[in-house]
């Protein structure tokens, strides 16, 4: 199965939100899951088998629990897949970053003229420009 396959799915998905917290128990993960999206446990364990397959999740055992965590290896493959995608998004991403900040400073100019316009002198301001 192919890595954008597994990942199409959206109970996998949240599986894998879930994972990126940290390690959970399978039990945890059913009960969530079950919840948003209104599937049985065996559906549920099926996704699972899906992740751990395909090498986005790994399991190990605690007694009688199963704990799965991100396996990180499926995800770098991704990632190397998506690089040269990467040049359609980036430089937006950048720009978008740059006039976020412009913004910022902006506002912070504004509210400081504003300010002074605003403050009203008090006696101790009266009393330093008298000296």
Do not use: C
């Amino acid at each position: 199965m192919h890595a954008l396959d597994v990942l199409g799915d959206p109970v996998r998905r949240r599986i894998l939100e879930l994972l990126a917290e940290g390690e959970h128990a399978a039990g945890e993960i059913g009960s969530v899951v079950q919840g948003e999206f209104g599937i049985s446990q065996p559906a549920v364990s099926q996704h699972l088998r899906v992740l751990r397959d395909n090498g986005f999740a790994q399991v190990r055992a605690e007694g009688t629990r199963r704990l799965y965590a991100v396996d990180p290896t499926a995800l770098r493959e991704v990632d190397l897949w998506l690089e040269r995608y990467r040049r359609f998004w980036t430089q937006r991403l950048d720009a978008l970053g740059t006039e976020l900040a412009r913004g910022r400073r902006q506002r912070r100019t504004t509210e400081g003229k504003s300010d002074d316009r605003h403050h009203k002198p008090d006696r101790a301001d009266r009393t330093r420009d008298r000296q």
